[in-house]
């Protein structure tokens, strides 16, 4: 449904449309399926705040964020070891996935409570465990796709050691190690947001890692820019 369309819409009729969404995914079994895509282009759009939404949105829509955070960990269990993800032939699969680590990077961007959800629910594990996917690490030069999921991958994380103390935890998952390759990608987005992250782990022994080129720190600016508007 159009945005547009939906900002008229009496408030309960959006709840009952957020919780039938939820319920639908929930019941899923089988998520690589184009039957998916109106809940989750439901979710990642209600995970956006606006001038009609707060930023604690999501708590507006769904009572219990543990349900979406299920929903998210069952789809990138089932659809991120398929090779199909990044073959540019088989569209839907990595579109999909793309959707669901969209509303995840809205939500712990947005809600401390999600991303505190989000660490007692394992998803730092998860994203940790993806970086040091040989999909991901192999290649120097990204294609989009990868590009596109690593960038949620780094903002989940970004987003969650921002709002909840859990560094030493993260740490411990190996995140500094598995972050290392990706800080000297030729992709400046990648090299840019992992620092960003490494920023928030390394101890003063470690601090050499992130010394930052200018056009890293230029990037690291405008993107603190952009989020303060």
Not at 77 to 102: C, H, M, R, V
Not at 156 to 178: F, K, P, S, T, Y
Not at 183 to 205: F, M, P
């Amino acid at each position: 449904m159009d945005p547009e369309l939906m900002k008229d819409l009496p408030e309960s009729k959006v709840n009952e449309m957020a919780k039938n969404f939820l319920k639908t995914l929930s019941e899923t079994e089988d998520y690589n399926s184009s039957d998916c895509l109106p809940s989750l282009a439901f979710l990642q759009m209600k995970s956006v705040p606006s001038e009609h939404r707060s930023k604690d949105v999501l708590l507006r829509y769904f009572s219990n964020l543990s349900d979406v955070i299920d929903v998210f960990q069952r789809i990138w269990k089932q659809l991120f070891p398929l090779e199909s993800i990044f073959d540019e032939s088989q569209k839907l699969t990595w579109y999909i996935l793309n959707l669901a680590t969209g509303f995840v990077w809205n939500g712990t961007d947005n809600c401390k409570i999600f991303s505190e959800k989000a660490v007692e629910k394992e998803i730092p594990k998860m994203m940790v465990k993806a970086l040091k996917d040989p999909r991901l690490l192999d290649e120097n030069d990204l294609p989009e796709r990868q590009v596109q999921l690593l960038q949620g991958i780094l903002c989940i994380l970004h987003n969650i050691l921002h709002h909840v103390d859990c560094r030493q935890e993260v740490r411990d998952l190996g995140a500094v190690d598995a972050l290392k390759p990706y800080s000297r990608k030729s992709n400046l987005l990648i090299r840019t947001q992992s620092l960003q992250v490494l920023a928030q782990l390394v101890n003063e022994r470690e601090n050499n890692m992130i010394n930052a080129e200018n056009d890293n720190i230029k990037l690291w600016v405008d993107m603190l820019e952009q989020g303060l508007k």
